[in-house]
């Protein structure tokens, strides 16, 4: 069971959700998230995450478990949590053909925000995600950036203490992505409102949450901080690029090759190749270079680098986030 302090949002204890046919989609988690807190909750596909965050926010009802949101509980006081709480998830829900201000104007009066109140929140709202100069424009002719960032308005119209992203950038270009990113920020330090964020995008993460906490088919695996959980993996990653990395034979035999060497660990799948860890990577190229070149395999390229969040995933799970699996390892669940 995870230790919850009495600032926790949201405090989950054992967690179990199975859906109708069978499938045991979390499994047994328990975590807390502090008050003011940017949260992460990564995991590719399939995990549990977006099943968490359906539960939290009132949308899936648990199987069993006890679970508090923003100081309320989730089976007494579904309603109040509601009020208490925004939502943005990967598709955005704006209406095309009103105008920036008129979506805000009709999710504050869904919210019961009185009218004398709600205008100058409209107001506050539209300079924050700066659609100022759009906000007499349908939102049909607003671009996949903009209309994210009137989603995300729309979601704190009512001034939310606590609010749920899933996924939030999917489909983005990286320059919307970023610009997103720096809005999450704003509200979270200047606003102080909770953040509890669900991805698979590792650098998102990285840059944006104080604690994460990792879940795997249904199961908490790891949790921390980004920094800590970094430091803990140790080591770095030697990155292998091939001229033929789609070749299966070729990666699978360099991989085989790669897994007798001491000191390296987890050696995966990566875009160009392969990728391996290792405490002693600078002094490790000399024999991965030779190793593989008695089997006459030659990488294109070679590279070291420090640990990302990808990597601690990798150490946790035995695969990236986002890759192929090559080289599972089985891991003693971490409940944070």
């Known amino acids: 069971m995870a230790l919850t302090l009495p600032q926790d949002i949201i405090a989950v204890d054992h967690l179990k959700v199975v859906y109708p046919d069978g499938t045991l989609a979390v499994d047994n988690i328990s975590f807390g998230v502090h008050a003011g807190e940017f949260f992460g909750f990564l995991g590719p596909n399939g995990a549990g995450k977006s099943t968490t965050i359906k539960t939290l926010t009132t949308l899936l009802q648990k199987t069993s478990g006890n679970v508090s949101v923003a100081g309320e509980n989730l089976d007494r006081a579904p309603e109040r949590i509601r009020r208490s709480i925004g939502v943005l998830s990967q598709d955005?829900?704006?209406?095309?053909?009103?105008?920036?201000?008129?979506?805000?104007?009709?999710?504050?009066?869904?919210?019961?925000?009185?009218?004398?109140?709600?205008?100058?929140r409209v107001d506050e709202l539209l300079k924050v995600?700066?659609?100022?100069?759009?906000?007499?424009?349908?939102?049909?002719?607003?671009?996949?950036?903009?209309?994210?960032?009137?989603?995300?308005?729309?979601?704190?119209?009512h001034e939310p203490k606590l609010l749920f992203l899933d996924e939030p950038t999917t489909g983005l270009d990286p320059q919307s992505r970023v610009a997103l990113w720096e809005h999450l920020e704003t509200i979270n330090r200047e606003k102080g409102v909770t953040i509890f964020l669900t991805t698979q995008y590792m650098e998102e993460a990285?840059?944006?949450?104080?604690?994460?906490?990792?879940?795997?088919?249904?199961?908490?695996?790891?949790?921390?901080?980004?920094?800590?959980?970094?430091?803990?993996?140790?080591?770095?990653?030697i990155e292998l690029a091939f001229e033929s990395p789609a070749d299966r034979e070729l990666m699978s035999r360099a991989a085989q090759i790669l897994g007798t060497i001491d000191g390296l660990t987890h050696v995966s799948r990566s875009p160009s190749g392969l990728s391996a860890n290792s405490p002693n990577a600078g002094r490790l190229i000399s024999t991965v270079v030779t190793t593989l070149a008695k089997a006459d395999i030659?990488?294109?390229?070679?590279?070291?680098?420090?640990?990302?969040?990808?990597?601690?995933?990798?150490?946790?799970?035995?695969r990236r986030i986002r890759s192929e699996e090559l080289d599972r390892k089985t891991t003693e669940p971490f409940l944070s």
Not at 96 to 117: A, I, S, Y
Not at 213 to 236: F, M, Q, T, V, Y
Not at 298 to 318: C, E, I, N, Q
């Open 92 to 120: 955005t829900v704006v209406d095309v053909d009103l105008t920036g201000r008129e979506n805000l104007l009709l999710f504050g009066r869904l919210q019961h925000v009185p009218n004398e109140v709600l205008e100058k």
């Open 129 to 157: 995600v700066e659609l100022e100069d759009a906000a007499s424009k349908p939102a049909g002719r607003y671009s996949g950036g903009m209309r994210k960032r009137l989603d995300l308005a729309s979601a704190l119209v």
């Open 206 to 237: 990285d840059r944006l949450c104080q604690r994460i906490a990792i879940i795997d088919h249904g199961h908490l695996i790891g949790g921390g901080s980004p920094r800590e959980l970094k430091a803990a993996l140790g080591g770095e990653t």
């Open 298 to 318: 030659h990488p294109s390229a070679l590279s070291v680098s420090s640990p990302t969040l990808d990597d601690v995933f990798l150490g946790l799970t035995g």
